[in-house]
């Protein structure tokens, strides 16, 4: 309750009566409208108090009439309009339209910039506006929003780039090997994670039927085959599939191949030199034409074999003590156990059955991603749904007795599960194979960042224009200064538009010039938009803010505000830029872009303030009155000022223990899979079966080495069966790291499914006749011929033990082996590995998601190994190891070095910067030295929230010195304008503390709706750059006044030159800030203030 008496002492007389203050009260039935002034208003005061003999009669009296004038000035301002649009000449409007650069340039001339720019407040929003309204247009808000407006609904108006090498720089070695690799090899791989309940086995022959089923319906194009869909040829989008499945199709179908590869290769050998065809080549061709006719009764076809040559196959994936082979646990698992058992233990406990396993599909480059996801997807789906035989008979048809099945309870439609589980004593007419299939793989989830990118930007956008449009109503309605009696919710409203509406219109055109010069982006450039909207509305708060302190007409109030506050709000533009575009020096394009966008996006933020708050301002007669400043500031600035070096002796304190402890306790994790929305399917089935299959980051050697299987001459010189066991020797060592699993085409020939065994009638005979075939060939055929000796036999058993079966150990015998098992298996298997040319093959290599610690442990080691290959000829190596690991490995490198580039550049140029408007490069240095003290503290910050470096909080420092400058430029330039002093000092703080108070919450609530965005990299950076925020803020408000009161005190001064020689005379001038707040409630012509 604050009485008469109280009023005179604490705040000067003619803020609370004056001759020259007036107001209007409005009676509410007769209309009477009564003006007083001076000594009536006094004597009506105390009438009322005397009539009341309450305070509360007062308050309720005054604030009564707050209200009624609140009412009186809206009705009037109604009326206003009302008359304006009446009196609106279309003639005169284009006459001034017309007249408009003649005027403007005349005003330039003679009022300068500000006087310009506020020449025709209208006509300027106008113009903004509509810019803006073109920029949505290319800014996605369609594509989410406005789909009705979209000229191309399947096309994104943002170019985003989610792929893995988008993070790899210009020139870097990852990048140059991965290019070497697609010159035979597509990296676009996709995985389709396939998991198995109900006790059933990933080896049961009904299981890998619907397994083949799914692969037949998205590869139907195999070499082997015809490959046409209604007499035209089939577009083959799928380069290969690897899975269980295939392999046991290989296995099935090899025999006729093997058989063929045979007879044509024997009748090649009797040809002479440089002949392609030959009497015992067409002696081949018409054998394998009559052998070919008995194909279907004796060959398998490409198809899952019986149950009992499937766990023959099986059983010879598993090494002697029982452990799977690295080539099967690469393709399925045991990952659970018991699903019927009571102990939790039990069900998580591996019981010796597979009920896990994947299939890799290799897609072509030249179609589009997009296009192959979505065809997947939908073939999963509507297999998973199709109502198939539950078992099949020996010859293909269904076993009616067992009906049929779907994949699953999870898709069923409402009336399949009517059926499988009926409502009645009826028995289920449908039954389930516990089966799901989940696509995921790198493909995908490049495609999911590329979609969701800007969906997420749109899904949190609204939200932060919500919170910061109702932080800005808050701090400008006058309830905190005032409480209820003081509410002026239009004044709220008012400088919601007028600091919200430029800024939004910002976003919208920052997006949109991105979106219409087709600039690539990346995933990272999501954080633009709160950022800029958070930046963005301070630079309108400081101008109408300041236009609030001055006195005068509504133009003069406006030229010296921007006179003033316009220095320090394009100086903190000026750094704010700085600040982030040294993120340009990262050399990523993902924080490349980020660079780019955010220092952008501040010039069109700063353009927009500049042009639209102004006349925004007078456009809607923003008044403001002045209350004074807020007892806590007060308290905190004599802080700094009492004990100044006490507050320096704590910042230096935990800068000492952020820059010992807190670094090195901050781990360098890239993470790629952080990157990407978590909530995606494709996304969550990655992060299992990177734990599952101990697999994920999928890598490549590639080896440079003939491993031909030509018998030609020449070509017979050559050794390829020894580098072929220097491949095996690689892939073993390889196999040996921890958490690591390699494969290559020796996995394939060790499988003693695929059998060199042939049975033909007539070959012995054939082979015999042969008159030019080298003796060791001859030999070797007739091995192979000989079921006994080879039954049990692998090819690889054969190239490497060639005596323990009488085999010729000559280099013709062994290429002739190896020309049979190429021919035993169908072209796409066999370019898994092998490039067309046979000169070059590939170790694939998998691990999971690690820390970066031990994945570049792992991939030091695979490159130790990879050196030590030599080849059987010179020029024969193995590359070291690339893909989504040694990715990982180089951007840490990246990142760890080119921080202190970025920041170092952005603390650097803004010194510079501030030294030449300043004139002054200690002021410069006092000026940001809490910027650079707050950057300092983020790693004491990210040590105690347990926050590793990533690609994300990389840019932590660089955005801190873009964001925190702000605070510090604006209460160095208040002190600057009043001349230094400790005075000064203390009263810039207080003055500036409240501004600090509402940019900090203001910044806050924008950016706290990151924390929705469905990335996991992306709250642990929102969380650090949430609190470093208020650090920074805590820096200016306390360590800057605590640096300049300890050089005042010192004698050098904070402030040097003209203004400070003014100060120090006496020749200054301070402005009284304080007014009494319920008459200012009720005046209109109040000095406008915070």
């Keep these: 309750m ?8 604490s705040w000067p ?41 309450t305070d509360s009669s007062l308050q309720s009296s005054r604030l009564s009439r707050s209200l009624e004038s609140g009412v009186s000035r809206i009705q009037n301002s109604a009326v206003d309009i009302s008359a304006r649009v009446k009196d609106f000449n279309t003639r005169d409007a284009l006459d001034a339209v017309l007249d408009a650069p003649v005027r403007l340039r005349r005003e330039w001339q003679e009022h300068g910039a500000i006087g310009a720019i506020t020449r025709f407040p209208l006509a300027t929003v106008i113009l903004f506006l509509m810019i803006t309204l073109y920029f949505v247009s290319h800014s996605g808000f369609y594509d989410r929003y406005l789909t009705q407006f979209d000229d191309d609904p399947n096309k994104t108006d943002l170019n985003v780039n989610g792929d893995l090498e988008v993070y790899l720089p210009d020139g870097s070695k990852v990048g140059e090997l991965l290019g070497l690799i697609e010159d035979d090899w597509t990296t676009n791989v996709m995985v389709i994670y396939i998991e198995l309940g109900g006790g059933r086995n990933i080896t049961d022959q009904r299981i890998l039927q619907e397994i083949s089923y799914i692969e037949n319906q998205l590869n139907p194009c195999i070499s082997s085959f015809n490959c046409t869909v209604n007499g035209n040829p089939e577009n083959d989008s799928i380069v290969y599939i690897l899975s269980l499945s295939t392999v046991l199709k290989e296995v099935n179908s090899s025999a006729p191949r093997v058989r063929e590869a ?77 699903e019927t058992s009571q102990n939790q233990e039990s069900q998580d406990t591996p019981d010796g059955t597979l009920d896990r396993a994947i299939m890799a599909v290799a897609v072509s480059d030249e179609v589009s991603a997009k296009e192959i996801i979505r065809s997947t997807e939908e073939n999963i789906s509507r297999i998973s749904k199709l109502e198939r035989p539950c078992l099949f008979n020996a010859d293909g048809s269904p076993d009616n007795g067992e009906g049929l099945c779907v994949w699953n309870e999870d898709i069923m439609s409402d009336e399949q599960k009517e059926r499988y589980n009926p409502s009645d004593s009826q028995s289920p007419t449908l039954n389930v194979l516990h089966l799901n299939m989940t696509l995921t793989g790198p493909v995908p989830i490049t495609n999911a960042v590329t979609d969701r990118t800007f969906d997420m930007f749109w899904d949190i956008f609204p939200m932060a224009v919500v919170l910061v449009a109702i932080g800005l109503f808050v701090f400008h309605c006058d309830i905190l200064q005032t409480g209820l009696t003081g509410f002026r919710p239009l004044q709220g409203l008012k400088v919601v538009i007028i600091a919200g509406l430029p800024t939004l219109c910002a976003v919208f055109c920052t997006l949109g010039i991105i ?49 003033s506050t316009g220095k320090a709000v394009f100086l903190s533009a000026v750094t704010t830029i700085i600040g982030f575009i040294s993120l340009v020096f990262t050399p990523m394009t993902p924080i490349q872009t980020v660079g780019i966008a955010l220092s952008g996006g501040i010039v069109v933020v700063y353009i927009l303030t500049m042009f639209m708050v102004p006349n925004l301002t007078l456009l809607l007669d923003l008044r403001k009155p002045k209350h004074p400043p807020l007892k806590p500031f007060e308290l905190l600035v004599e802080i700094p000022v009492k004990y100044n070096k006490g507050v320096i002796g704590v910042f230096m304190l935990l800068i000492l223990v952020s820059a010992t402890y807190g670094q090195a306790n901050v781990e360098e994790n890239i993470d790629m899979l952080k990157m990407a929305p978590n909530d995606e399917p494709s996304v969550k089935t990655m992060d299992l079966y990177s734990k599952e299959f101990n697999s994920g980051q999928l890598g490549m050697v590639l080896v440079q080495a003939n491993l031909t299987g030509d018998t030609s001459i020449e070509v017979s010189q050559q050794d390829p069966a020894e580098n072929l066991r220097q491949i095996e020797t690689l892939e073993g060592l390889i196999n040996d790291i921890d958490d690591t699993t390699a494969v290559s085409i020796v996995f394939l020939m060790k499988s003693s499914g695929i059998a060199p065994t042939i049975e033909c009638d007539g070959c012995s005979e054939f082979v015999q006749s042969l008159p030019l075939v080298p003796q060791d060939v001859k030999d070797t055929a007739s091995i192979l011929l000989d079921t006994s000796v080879t039954q049990d036999a692998s090819f690889w058993d054969l190239l490497t033990s060639p005596d323990a079966y009488g085999l010729p150990a000559s280099r013709q015998s062994e290429v002739f082996l190896l020309n049979v098992f190429y021919s035993s298996i ?117 040590w105690r929230m347990d926050v590793d470096l990533s690609l994300v909080t990389v840019m932590i420092g660089s955005i801190l010195v873009g964001v925190g400058v702000d605070f510090s430029i ?81 004698g050098i001064g904070a402030v040097s030159g003209r203004n400070s020689m003014s100060k120090r005379l006496g020749l200054g001038k301070q402005k009284v800030l304080d007014v009494d707040v319920l008459d200012a409630a009720l005046n209109d012509d109040v000095l406008d203030a915070w």
């Design 13 to 53: 007389a003619g803020h609370f009566i004056g001759n020259h203050l007036n107001y209007l009260i409005l009676q509410q039935h007769g209309g009477v409208v009564m003006a007083e002034q001076g000594e009536d208003k006094s004597q009506s005061k105390s009438s009322n108090l005397r009539d009341s003999g």
């Design 262 to 338: 045979f007879i044509t290769e024997l009748g090649q050998l009797g040809c002479g030199v440089g002949q392609d065809d030959c009497l015992t080549a067409q002696a081949a061709e018409e054998l394998n034409d009559a052998l070919a006719l008995t194909d279907e009764q004796f060959g398998g076809g490409y198809e899952i074999p019986s149950q009992r040559t499937i766990d023959i196959v099986i059983n010879e994936m598993y090494e002697d003590d029982g452990s799977p082979t690295p080539g099967l646990e690469k393709l399925a698992r045991d990952i659970k156990g018991d």
């Design 2 to 9: 604050i009485s008469s008496k109280q009023n005179n002492n």
């Design 515 to 563: 979106g219409w010069s087709n600039y690539e982006v990346t995933m990272t450039v999501i954080i633009v938009g709160p950022i800029l909207l958070a930046l963005g509305v301070s630079y309108g708060l400081h101008i109408t803010n300041r236009y609030a302190e001055e006195g005068g007409t509504k133009a003069e109030k406006m030229r010296g505000a921007l006179s």
């Design 970 to 1050: 604006h209460i160095s330039n208040r002190i600057r304008e009043l001349g230094g002093g400790i005075d000064a000092i203390r009263s810039a703080a207080i003055g500036t503390g409240m501004s600090l108070l509402e940019a900090a919450v203001v910044t806050s609530l924008g950016m706290f709706t990151a924390y929705q965005i469905p990335i996991e990299a992306i709250s642990p950076f929102i969380t650090v750059i949430l609190i470093l925020l208020w650090v920074a803020a805590a820096s200016a408000l306390i360590l800057l006044p605590a640096i300049f009161v300890t050089l005042e005190k010192s």
């Design 826 to 942: 169908t072209d796409e298997t066999r370019e898994i590995f092998i490039s067309k040319d046979f000169d070059r093959s590939l170790i694939l290599v998998d691990m999971p998601y690690l820390p970066v610690s031990v994945t570049s442990s792992n991939v030091d080691t695979i490159n130790d190994h990879t050196s030590t290959f030599t080849g059987t000829e010179p020029g024969n190596y193995a590359t070291e190891l690339t893909g989504v690991a040694s990715t990982t490995i180089e951007v840490n490198t990246l990142i760890v070095g080119s921080q202190w580039t970025s920041l170092g550049f952005a603390v650097i140029l803004t010194l510079i910067t501030l030294a030449i408007v300043f004139k002054d490069i200690r002021y410069s240095i006092w000026t940001t030295s809490p910027v650079i003290a707050t950057v300092a503290l983020q790693w004491l910050v990210m």
